[in-house]
């Protein structure tokens, strides 16, 4: 329910900004729960490298939108 309306809320604003309407975000309906550090590390190195491997930005912490503490990844 939680992700249902935080998607709801994402694309109603995401089409705002972009002047468009209708579908937003592809279906989709994966779900993971992190299960020790080791897999938290992933997840989190996996997000952090989104922009990266979509040629936004050259390394994860130049993308404007990233906040993780220094210790997170240590």
């Known amino acids: 329910m939680i992700m249902h309306s935080?998607?709801?809320h994402t694309a109603r604003e995401g089409?705002?900004?972009l002047c468009r309407h209708g579908d937003f975000?592809?279906?989709e309906s994966y779900?993971?729960?992190?299960r020790d550090y080791d897999d938290f590390e992933?997840?989190?190195s996996y997000i952090l490298s989104n922009p990266v491997h979509a040629g936004l930005?050259?390394?994860w912490n130049?993308?404007?939108w990233t906040?993780?503490?220094n210790d997170i990844l240590q």
């Open 6 to 8: 935080l998607k709801r």
């Open 15 to 17: 089409n705002k900004i």
């Open 25 to 27: 975000w592809v279906h």
């Open 31 to 34: 779900d993971h729960y992190i």
């Open 42 to 44: 992933r997840v989190v």
């Open 57 to 59: 930005v050259k390394e």
């Open 62 to 64: 130049n993308w404007k």
């Open 67 to 69: 906040y993780v503490r």
